[in-house]
């Protein structure tokens, strides 16, 4: 059973009684906090579309890497503390702000009062797909209580080399934590579905961050998507990395990535023939995003 008493709701299974204000790992409570809501422009196309996803931010992660570029929220716990029906009030007015979803960013902390908020804002009226944007170091337990609840899923996958996840995130174990976890999340909600518009609406998709001077990392991450999911799996690689944080410090992580760098990517997922998904123009607008079938 998954409880906060002894929490036990991601892989680190803290066992604190978190109703009693006690933290573990991810520094959360009981009670919800979020950072921020807002309508997003800049995530993948499908996903983001003309109108925008409707982001909530939640504070505190059951990660800690060095390099998070939100790392406030995520490791400082900036934000503010609210109810489960001030939280369903906000997927309300999000969609009537007519965003294309609800994207739930770094949700994993609070996925039991989440669902309760969800359910609420059902019974009101809430229909746009539900997106749950996760490092992917998640519970397989924790994931089967959100089938039915989540539309669209939008793991990580950061590492291939668990050292990396030691050094970089400070977590065991994490390369198969993430797959069994997106694994279950195929399981639940399948491979991509669009609607008319090309927005996704139901799916799976797998993001993956390129890191300087890992250029390995990021091409095994590549072929275990490439050998292990469905074709038809989206996947979004990232060429956004800046030295933020404490990744400032460390010699490997402080700097961008190289055009030589990035072309390496692009001409492995060529190899592999990866058909499906985006990848981010390297440059000054990390921001936009290109069809991964449009490469050169």
Sequence with gaps: MITFEKCNICPHECNINRKQGKTGRCKATDKLRIALYSIHQFEEPCISGENGSGTVFFSNCNLNCIYC???EISQQGKGKEITVQELAEIF??????KVENINLVTPTS???PIIEAIKIAKQRGLTIPIVYNTNAYEKIETLKLLEG????????LKYARNQLGIEYSNVNNYFEVATNAIKEMLRQVGTPQL????IMKKGVMVRHLVLPNHIENSK??????????PN???VSVMAQYFPTYKAKDVEKLNRKLTKQEWDEIEKYIEELEIENGFVQELGEHEEEYVPI????
Aim: hydrophobic fraction near 35%; aromatic fraction near 18%; charged fraction near 25%.
């Design 92 to 97: 309300l007015k999000q969609q009537q702000r």
């Design 293 to 296: 079938w449009e490469l050169d």
């Design 149 to 156: 609840y989540i539309d669209i899923y939008l793991p990580d």
């Design 232 to 234: 038809e799996t989206f």
């Design 69 to 71: 570029q939100n790392y």
């Design 195 to 198: 609607n008319q518009k090309g």
């Design 110 to 112: 609070y996925v039991l």
């Design 220 to 229: 095994k991450v590549l072929h275990w998507i490439k050998k292990n999911l």
